[in-house]
C-alpha cells in the first residue's frame, strides 16, 4: 500500500513538474503578446460593441484580451497545488491544504464569471442580428457580462487577488518548509507580489495601468517564470528520488 | 487500567468508529450512484415525451417556452444536471475514500476537479434566474421594459445556456474529474477494470460531444452518437459504481 502510495506521489511530482513547465509557458505566452500588441489594452475601457468587433476581427485577440490564457493557466495549477501540498505533507499540510482550498476558490470564481466565451457566444449572435433593435440587447446583454467577467476590472478582482494570493501564500511554506530552496521561496514571493500589486493598480487605479504593466507586471511575470522553471526542477527530482524509493 | 491499555481502547474504538462512517459512506454513495442513473434514465424519458424535445433558440422563445410550461425550461436550462452534479458530489467523495489508502495524490485531484466543475456548473447554470426573469418579462406592461428584461435574458444564455461555449467549462472539469477517477480505478483495482473502462471511454466520448457541440456547432448532429454512446457507458459507470459501493460496505 505504501510503495503504491510512493508510486502515486512520484507521478503526482512528475505531473505537478509538467504542470508548472505549461503554466510557465502560458505565462510567457502571456508576456510576449502583451508586449507584442500594438496598443496597451486599458481593461474597462471598451463596451460591448468594440469587443463584439475586435471578436469578429480576430477571435483570438478577443479571447486572449478576456483572460483565456488565465483559464488555461489556472487549471493547469491545480495539479501543480496539488502536488506541492504533497510535498508538504509532512511539515505544513494544514497551510498547504488552505492554500489549495483557496486557490480552488479563486478558480471556481474565475472560471464562472469570466467573459471570453460568453461574450465570444453574444459575438457571434450579433453579428446575425437583422435589426438595430436586436444588435442594441445583444449590446445590453455584452455589458452586463463584461461588468461581471472582464479582467481587472472590480468585477473579477476578488478571484485574481485571492489565486494571486495563493501562489504567494506556497512561497511563504516553501521558505519554511526546506523542501525548496529558499531562492525559489523568495523569487515566489516577489514575483507573486509585485503581480498582485498590478492587479490592484490595474483594476481601482485605471489611468496607472500601463505605468504598472511595465513597473510591476513585467518584472513580477518574469520572476514568475523563473519560480515555475526552479519549482519544475525541484519537483521533477522529487520524483526521481521517490521513484528510487519505491525501486 | 494501564495508560497503554486506555489508548489502546481509544484507538480500536476510533478504528471502529471510523470503519463504521466508512460503511456508511459506501452505502450512501451506492445509493447516490442508483438515483443519478434513475434521474439520467428520468432525462432520457421526457426527451421522449410529447413537447420533451422541444427547445427554444432565442431568448423570446425562452420565455416563452417558460411561460407555456416551467418545468420544460427549466429542464432545458439543465435541472436535472443540477440534480445530478449534487448527487455527484457525496458519491465522488465516497469514491475518494475507497481509494486514497491506494492512489491518494491522484485521487485528491480528481475529487478537486470534481468539486470545481460542480462549482462551475452552479455557478453559471441560469434555470432559475431565467424563469425569474421570463414572469417578469410576462408581467411588464412596455416595450421598454420587456427590450430590458431579453437583453438581461440573453446575458444568462450567454453564460449558462448548455452545450454552448458559456457552460462548456463546468461540463469539462467534471468531465475530466470522471476521466481521473476512472484512471485511479484502473490503477488501484479497488473497482472491477470494466468499470474503469466504462468510465474511461464514456466520459471521454462525452468529453469530445461537448468540445464538438461548443466550438464547431457544423458537427453538432454527428456528434450526437458519442453523446448516446457516452451517455450509455456513463450510466454503466454510475451502475457499476453503485453495485461495487454495496459490497465494500458489506462487513467483511
Redo the contacts between chains.
Keep these: 500500500?505504501n510503495t503504491?502510495?510512493m508510486s502515486?506521489?512520484s507521478?503526482?511530482y512528475r505531473l505537478g513538474g509538467a504542470a508548472a513547465l505549461f503554466a510557465m509557458c502560458t505565462n510567457l505566452l502571456d508576456i510576449i503578446l502583451g508586449f507584442g500588441g500594438t496598443e496597451a489594452i486599458t481593461y474597462g475601457s471598451r463596451s460591448a460593441l468594440q469587443w463584439f468587433v475586435i471578436y469578429q476581427e480576430s477571435a483570438f485577440q478577443g479571447f486572449y484580451a478576456l483572460g483565456i490564457l488565465n483559464?488555461v493557466y489556472m487549471?493547469a495549477m491545480?495539479?501543480l497545488y496539488?502536488?506541492l501540498m504533497?510535498a508538504h505533507r509532512q511539515k505544513q499540510i494544514f497551510q498547504a491544504t488552505l492554500v489549495?482550498i483557496l486557490f480552488?476558490l479563486a478558480?471556481?470564481?474565475y472560471?464562472?464569471?469570466n467573459a471570453a466565451?460568453?461574450?465570444?457566444?453574444?459575438s457571434m449572435?450579433y453579428a446575425l442580428a437583422d435589426t438595430q433593435?436586436q444588435k442594441?440587447?445583444?449590446i445590453?446583454?455584452?455589458e452586463?457580462?463584461l461588468a461581471r467577467g472582464e479582467d481587472f476590472t472590480p468585477g473579477s478582482f476578488m478571484p485574481l487577488f485571492l489565486s494571486g494570493f495563493a501562489a504567494l501564500s506556497i512561497s511563504f511554506i516553501m521558505l519554511r518548509g526546506g523542501i525548496f530552496g529558499k531562492a525559489t521561496a523568495w523569487v515566489g514571493i516577489a514575483g507573486f507580489t509585485l503581480l498582485s500589486l498590478f492587479t490592484i493598480c490595474a483594476t481601482f487605479i485605471p489611468p496607472l495601468h500601463t505605468l504598472a504593466f511595465y513597473g510591476f507586471a513585467s518584472i513580477g511575470g518574469v520572476l514568475a517564470l523563473i519560480w515555475f522553471a526552479l519549482v519544475a526542477r525541484r519537483l521533477f527530482q522529487l520524483g526521481k528520488h521517490e521513484q528510487g524509493d519505491v525501486e | 487500567m494501564t495508560a497503554s491499555t486506555s489508548t489502546l481502547i481509544r484507538n480500536e474504538t476510533y478504528s471502529a468508529d471510523t470503519r463504521s462512517a466508512q460503511t456508511r459512506l459506501y452505502r450512501l454513495g451506492g445509493v447516490l450512484a442508483l438515483l443519478i442513473v434513475m434521474t439520467a434514465l428520468l432525462e432520457i424519458i421526457i426527451t421522449f415525451l410529447p413537447g420533451g424535445y422541444a427547445s427554444a433558440d432565442t431568448v423570446l422563445e425562452w420565455f416563452t417556452l417558460f411561460q407555456n410550461n416551467w418545468f420544460l425550461g427549466l429542464r432545458n436550462l439543465g435541472l436535472l444536471n443540477i440534480v445530478m452534479t449534487t448527487l455527484g458530489i457525496p458519491m465522488f467523495f465516497a469514491l475518494y475514500t475507497a481509494h486514497r489508502e491506494t492512489c491518494q495524490p491522484y485521487t485528491t485531484l480528481a475529487l478537486l476537479f470534481s468539486l470545481l466543475g460542480s462549482a462551475v456548473f452552479f455557478a453559471t447554470n441560469r434555470a432559475f434566474p431565467m424563469l425569474d426573469l421570463s414572469r417578469q418579462y410576462a408581467q411588464v406592461a412596455t416595450d421598454a421594459e420587456r427590450t430590458l428584461l431579453a437583453a438581461a435574458g440573453q446575458a444568462m444564455l450567454s453564460v449558462g445556456e448548455s452545450h454552448t461555449p458559456g457552460t462548456f467549462l463546468g461540463f469539462f472539469l467534471s468531465e475530466i474529474a470522471g476521466i481521473l477517477i476512472s484512471l485511479v480505478m484502473l490503477r488501484s483495482r479497488t473497482f472491477p477494470v470494466i468499470n474503469a473502462h466504462a468510465g474511461i471511454f464514456g466520459f471521454g466520448m462525452l468529453l469530445i460531444f461537448d468540445i464538438c457541440t461548443s466550438f464547431v456547432p457544423a458537427l453538432s448532429n454527428v456528434v450526437l452518437i458519442f453523446a448516446m454512446i457516452g451517455g450509455l457507458l456513463s450510466i454503466a459507470w454510475y451502475i457499476l459504481i453503485s453495485l461495487r459501493l454495496f459490497q465494500l460496505a458489506r462487513p467483511s
Excluded: D
Design positions: 500500500m503504491q502510495n502515486g506521489r507521478r503526482l483559464i487549471i491545480l495539479p496539488v502536488a504533497v489549495v480552488l478558480m471556481s470564481i472560471l464562472s464569471t466565451l460568453p461574450l465570444w457566444v453574444l449572435k433593435a442594441a440587447f445583444f445590453a446583454a455584452g452586463s457580462v
